[in-house]
Every structure is written in C-alpha cells, then in structure tokens.
C-alpha cells in the first residue's frame, strides 16, 4: 500500500530550525513531483513547496521563501523540509503529499501522510 | 500568491444537493484546467475528490462532481449523507509551478 509518513515535528522557539522527513513506501519518488502542504491550528491548507520528479527543480510559496528548503534522497526514497528561521506562523501540522500524475505535474495530491506537528513559540 | 475565496460555510438537508464555489482569477482557475477538490474531516487527512476540474479518482462516489465556468470552479454533493458533512478545499494551479488553496469550505448535512 502506498504510504508516506512524516516525521521531525516538535516544539522550537522564534528564528529556530527543524527538518521534516517523508518516508515513501511502495512508490519511488523519482517518479512523482512531491509537495509538502501546511494547515496552521483550526485554519485552511496552504501550499508550502514542491519538488520535481527529477529532482532538479523546486518552488516554494512566498510565505517560506528563502527560509525553508525542500530536497530528497533518492537512495532511501525520503522527503525532507529543513526550515530556517521559523515564526510563530510557522506553527502547523505538515503533510507531504504525492502529484495526482507520474512525471511533471503540478495539479493536485491524491495519496497524503498523516501528517507531524510544528509548533514555533517561546 | 492568491487564495482562491470559498464561502466559509455550506448547508444542504440530508438526500439533497448543496453546491459550493471555488473563485479566483484568469492566472489560477481562470487559466487552467487543473482544479481539485479535498474533503477534510476532523483530525483526519484531506483526501482527493476531484482533479483537472472533473475527474474523479477511483473510490470516489459519483454523488461528487464538479464543474469550471470562467474562474469560478464548483462542487456539487448530490444524495447528501451524514458523512458528508465535512471541510472542502478547492486548489489550482496558478502558474510558475505554485500551487494555491482555497480557503475552505465547512459542509453541516441538515
């Protein structure tokens, strides 16, 4: 069964850093463009970054630019967020999240991880 | 990036149909054909209902459909169910490989 699991949530204080993993079972993320989307306490999702299927290329939502990086080792099949210079904003549950389609696309995510919390506060 | 508006909260009476709307511009709904809808219920994870306007992933009941006209994309629950009643958020593609969310949208099955 396809899976992702996240892992790498906790509590860290203003203008401090963490890193998320996804780990994919079951498909290779070389395959797919990956995402990593945010929902912060009682509020909507927002779209935080992606990657391309070929690793090569990623963007990143205005709110995080330039704070937050996403990359991937092939080898264990594995997703990363490192975020820099969190703010209180920054609290939320991160998921990861798989293109609906193989290949570059960027359209919307049909197989989501459960999720790990962040929550930025002094 | 834009967030696409989503009237905050929808109603519909058990059996019958609610329709919710998803509005933005001619750089995100406007301008492709890459819009998708997730239900969200409490504490769980969103799930895909609908991508690239119309499709609806294997598994997903065709009581959900849904439509585009201009930048305006919509959901239609039809045959509404107690287990309808959720969160749903539109997202599109807007270009420069950004994706964008709607605000969201709570359904309360009457």
């Known amino acids: 069964q396809v899976q992702l699991v996240e892992s790498g949530g906790g509590v860290v204080q203003p203008g401090g850093s963490l890193r998320l993993s996804c780990e994919v079972s079951?498909?290779?993320?070389?395959?797919?463009?990956m995402h990593w989307v945010r929902q912060a306490p009682g509020k909507g999702l927002e779209w935080v970054a992606l990657i391309s299927n070929e690793g090569d290329f990623e963007n990143y939502a205005v709110s995080v630019k330039g704070r937050f990086a996403i990359s991937r080792d092939n080898t264990e099949n594995t997703l990363f967020l490192d975020m820099h210079s969190l703010r209180l904003e920054d609290t939320a549950v991160y998921y990861c999240?798989?293109?609906?389609?193989?290949?570059?696309?960027?359209?919307?995510?049909?197989?989501w991880g459960h999720g790990t919390v962040v929550t930025v506060s002094s | 990036q834009s967030v696409l508006t989503q009237p905050p909260s929808a109603s519909g009476s058990l059996g019958h149909s609610v329709t919710i709307s998803c509005t933005g511009t001619?750089?995100?709904?406007?301008?492709?054909?890459?819009v998708s809808w997730y239900q969200q219920h409490p504490g769980q994870v969103p799930r895909l209902l609908i991508y690239e306007v119309t499709k609806r992933p294997s598994g997903v009941p065709d009581r959900f459909s849904a439509s585009k006209s201009g930048n305006t994309a919509s959901l239609t629950v039809s045959g509404l169910q107690a287990e309808d009643e959720a969160d749903y958020y539109c997202?599109?593609?807007?270009?420069?490989?950004?994706?964008?969310f709607g605000g969201g949208t709570k359904l309360t099955v009457l």
């Open positions: 997202s599109s593609y807007a270009g420069d490989n950004n994706l964008v």
């Open positions: 079951r498909f290779m993320i070389t395959d797919y463009v």
């Open positions: 999240a798989r293109e609906v389609w193989s290949g570059w696309s960027v359209n919307g995510a049909d197989v």
């Open positions: 001619r750089r995100d709904v406007g301008g492709y054909e890459y």
